[in-house]
């Protein structure tokens, strides 16, 4: 990581990368060398809180809406990434209502203007999702961005983002890089291969409801264990208690990274407990949540066909890998050291700007921007990911009569991927197909992540029976799904869209951005 005195001048308007994390935001670009950079916000920090909050009198993003957040918690969101996708998630204030991609686009747009203050004018943005997030999520993330006033030429994995950045500042350090990444509200963990310039996914998998967070709700509830027992009141009934907790459970975990012990202070209704948390007793609390991750990461490494003998490097990033219990795991597990020279929570970031001007250098006209020393770095690296969850669709058997998934595209296909299905029509004069896409490879159709219904039309008319229409589906490179279709009669194309149960509609996220670029986001 290029440090600060070698960022890049004012209004060269480069393309940027965004790691838009549960807990911090980060914004990085490259110096004319090609080198990332992070870029500081308007407190003069590298890491902006993820947090929003809403006074009577402005929206607050990052430092500030932390300490607000402890006063108003009700007025305060947290941990947004967690809702993306989510349908029926809505934060209702002042007689406004806000969906996770506006939430998300208040973060980006604090993100961005605080940025611009230092490398001027910013149009474009890569953003980081973790790998495992699905496509309504990835969608949401990708119209967050649109709504913050954003152009995003990309979305692309954090792992992937990680290995790019490591990869780079090693150009000769080719082989197997397993990248661990606990952040503050996911977890994935993915196996990259480094071949010269190329950086190709082998397989990858995760839990987009686990991270950091997790670790401090364990150190909560046994804290306001403890402090019912001795007081004999419940300090989960008032939520401003509750916001001050928390922060001091996350702060005794970030201790703990470092001391064997540290006593956390507990407050409610004027009685005041003074708690000794050792080490030990942390990780028993925890030791499950850990379990998981391991269990993760050697069925990854199995999908990828990939001993430990064979990684010639793990990468912890994220910043709950900073956890010791996490560095001991991963030495456990590999049977070697774990070399802490990964400065975890800058790597995504750093790696999104790299591939941010990676992207731009496609343009002609922007290409200009890029110093030589920049272009001859980046112009040859080329990134392959997978698909995270397999695509299929609900079929009935006509064996068993039951509805079961059929997987069209297996989990870690190689991105883009694409598979072509024939289908027939029931009846004389059929116009429409209807059909039922999911994401996930159990047989059980309710097992699944249920994307929406595919539906087929402008079939031709008066056709009998039997008629045959081809689907094509297909992942992009960001993970998103599309779908087309013909007729394989005449060979002309047919309307095919699918129905989302999630996400907004385009003029859904026009709407939301006009509604945002009248807000001053402090």
């Not at 401003?240 to 006593?263: G, I, N, P």
Request: hydrophobic share 40%.
């Amino acid at each position: 990581m290029a440090p600060m005195a070698d960022r890049p001048r004012p209004g060269s308007g480069r393309a940027v990368g965004i790691d838009l994390g549960t807990t911090l935001s980060k914004l990085a670009c490259v110096d004319d060398s090609g080198r990332p950079v992070l870029v500081p916000n308007a407190e003069g920090e590298l890491l902006t809180p993820s947090i929003v909050a809403f006074t009577k009198t402005a929206v607050l993003v990052g430092r500030d809406a932390k300490r607000e957040s402890l006063a108003n918690p009700a007025r305060a969101v947290l941990h947004i990434k967690r809702q993306m996708g989510n349908p029926k998630w809505r934060f209702k204030v002042d007689n406004e209502t806000y969906t996770p991609e506006t939430i998300s686009a208040l973060i980006l747009k604090k993100v961005k203007q605080d940025s611009e203050m230092h490398i001027g004018p910013i149009r474009q943005a890569v953003i980081t999702v973790p790998a495992y997030f699905d496509d309504a999520r990835r969608k949401a993330t990708e119209d967050a961005g649109a709504i913050a006033g954003l152009e995003v030429l990309d979305i692309i994995n954090e792992p992937t983002a990680s290995a790019l950045a490591y990869g780079l500042a090693r150009p000769a350090e080719d082989g197997i890089y397993l990248v661990y990444d606990l952040g503050g509200g996911t977890f994935d963990v993915t196996v990259i291969e480094k071949r010269g310039n190329e950086f190709i996914t082998l397989a990858t998998d995760g839990d987009v409801e686990l991270g950091g967070k997790d670790w401090d709700e364990r150190l909560v509830n046994h804290l306001a264990a403890k402090f019912q027992q001795e007081f004999k009141l419940n300090i989960r009934e008032d939520p401003q208690a509750m916001a001050y907790l928390y922060v001091s459970a996350e702060e005794a975990k970030k201790t703990l990274s470092r001391r064997d012990k540290t006593t956390v202070p507990v407050s409610y209704k004027g009685h005041w407990g003074n708690y000794e948390v050792a080490v030990q007793e942390f990780e028993s609390l925890t030791e499950d949540l850990l379990a998981v991750t391991q269990l993760t990461t050697e069925m990854v490494l199995e999908e990828a066909g990939i001993t430990w003998e064979g990684v010639a490097r793990i990468i912890p990033t994220g910043g709950s890998a900073r956890m010791p219990m996490v560095q001991r795991l991963l030495e456990r597990m590999a049977g070697k050291p774990v070399q802490g020279d990964v400065p975890v929570d800058e790597t995504v970031a750093a790696g999104a700007a790299i591939h941010a001007a990676i992207c731009a250098m496609k343009s002609p006209e922007r290409i200009r921007e890029f110093g030589a020393a920049a272009a001859e770095r980046l112009g040859k690296v080329r990134t392959v990911d997978v698909a995270a969850h397999a695509l299929g669709l609900i079929i009935k058997d006509v064996r068993t009569l039951q509805y079961r998934n059929d997987v069209l595209i297996p989990k870690n296909s190689r991105l883009p991927a694409s598979v072509t299905k024939t289908y027939q029509t029931s009846y004389d004069g059929q116009e429409k197909i209807l059909l039922q896409v999911v994401q996930g490879d159990a047989p059980n159709p309710a097992a699944n992540i249920t994307i929406g219904m595919l539906e087929v039309s402008g079939l031709p008319p008066e056709r009998p029976a039997g008629a045959l229409v081809d689907v094509t589906y297909s992942y992009d490179r960001k993970g998103r799904i599309h779908v087309t279709a013909k007729d394989q009669q005449t060979g002309a194309s047919v309307g095919a869209e699918i129905a989302r149960q999630a996400g907004l509609r385009a003029d859904q996220v026009a709407e939301e951005a006009k509604r945002l670029s009248l807000k001053t986001v402090e």
